[in-house]
Each structure stands twice: as C-alpha cells, then as structure tokens.
C-alpha cells in the first residue's frame, strides 16, 4: 500500500544533542512537508520541498534543517539550537500543481521529548 | 494576512446528536478549502475538500461542510454523531498558486454515551 513512513514513532533527545526523524513517502509525491504540533496551537510548517535537491523554510525553521536527496525522501533534523523541541512532528506530501488543489497525505507522527 | 480560525477549540454532544464544527478563514484570494480528523497519536486524514463547484462538500464517515464564499465560512456537520467520531478535527486554507496549507488550531470533539 502506498503512504508516509515516520520513523522513529517515539524519539528522546539530550540536552546538547541533534535527532534526525525519518519520512519516507512512496506515493510518487513531489512535493514533502514538516509540521511540529503543539496541544492548542494546530499545525504550524517548519520546511517544505517541492522537488529534489530544493527546500525553503516555513513559519518555524530556527533550530531545524533539512535535506532533500531522493524524491521518496525528507529527513528533519532538530538541531541543539531549538530550544523546545518537545512536540509531535508531522511529515505530509502532496502532488504539486493541477492549481494547488491536492490534499497532503500525512505519516502518523514522531512524539519527541527531553530528557 | 491569510487566517484560519476555528472558533471552538472543544465541542462535547452526546451520541447520536447532530454536531456543528466551525471555521472561518480571511484571505483576498481564491482558496481551497481543506477538512482533516486526528485520531490520538496518529497523522491526519482528510475527510473533505472544497475545490470549486457545489457548495456543499460530501466526506467520509458521514461528514460534510458548507462553503460560503460571502462569510468566508466552511463549517463541518454531521447529522448523527457516533463514540467513534471522538477526535481532533482541523480546517486548512490553501490559497490558489501556493503548496503552503495553513491550518486552524483544531476543535476537539468528545462524543459522550
């Protein structure tokens, strides 16, 4: 069956420490997108890729990157510089096109935490 | 600036009840208009889009929203709700020509025996 892979479902992080969470789509979707979720605050986009080797920041990137080297893959790291990182991460893929007007398809999310 | 507001952050009915969600965006231009249920600790899944056309949009599990262009509304109903509908359910804006989804702050709906 065709859909988004999250990896790891839950993921801890020292102080000091960069994680890298895992998204892997087999959809043939161009476009890739990073959400963190907080509890009453929705979705918020963190990066978002519309082809490979290409990706531009959303409306919350400091303390996170990304790469985009394979069209079926779109790893985020969170990096020691974001300073609260607790959140449920979210990776969604779309095709691109057609007028915008294709719904995302989400993974079921990657829970990350403190220690 | 483009908004979407979800004006209840929880609703609690009782089985069997009908059951309004309601959303409101801004945006000077042309959108499409999205509706996603969250079950816990899982992604999302769409239960409707409005793209152009009718109105009123039929989803999965017994849903459907109305687009009304002069209120900027899309508010979700279902006529009869079930236990199995308690869940996180979020309205998103995509404004024609951009890839980028802004999304409500999401309206939890507790469905009681």
């Known amino acids: 069956d065709g859909g988004i892979t999250q990896s790891p479902k839950y993921l801890f992080r020292k102080e000091g420490q960069n994680v890298t969470l895992s998204c892997e789509q087999n959809?043939?979707?161009?476009?890739m997108y990073w959400y963190r979720q907080d509890p009453g605050q929705g979705l918020r986009l963190i990066y978002y890729?519309?082809?490979?080797?290409?990706?531009q920041k959303g409306d919350i990137a400091e303390g996170y990157s990304v790469s985009r080297e394979k069209k079926e893959s779109f790893p985020l790291t969170v990096t020691s510089a974001q300073k609260n990182p607790t959140a449920f991460y979210l990776c969604?893929?779309?095709?691109?096109?057609?007028?915008?007007?294709?719904?995302?398809?989400f993974g079921d999310g990657t829970r990350l935490s403190i220690l | 600036a483009q908004s979407v507001t979800q004006l209840d952050s929880q609703v609690p009915v009782f089985e069997e009840a009908p059951v309004e969600l309601r959303c409101n965006y801004s945006?000077?231009?042309?959108?499409?208009l999205f509706w996603y249920v969250q079950y816990p600790n899982q992604g999302l899944q769409l239960l409707l889009k409005?793209?152009?056309?009718?109105?009123l949009v039929k989803g999965i599990n017994g849903f459907e929203a109305e687009f009304n262009k002069s209120q900027t509304s899309f508010h979700l109903r279902k006529p009869s709700v079930h236990i199995s509908d308690t869940a996180e359910y979020f309205c998103?804006?995509?404004?024609?020509?951009?890839?980028?989804?802004?999304f409500g702050k999401g309206t939890k709906l507790t469905v009681n025996p």
């Open positions: 969604a893929s779309s095709i691109v096109g057609t007028g915008s007007n294709q719904p995302q398809h």
């Open positions: 959809l043939n979707h161009d476009a």
């Open positions: 890729s519309q082809i490979v080797n290409d990706f």
């Open positions: 945006s000077s231009v042309s959108v499409y």
């Open positions: 409005y793209l152009s056309g009718s109105t």
């Open positions: 998103a804006v995509r404004q024609g020509g951009s890839e980028k989804l802004l």
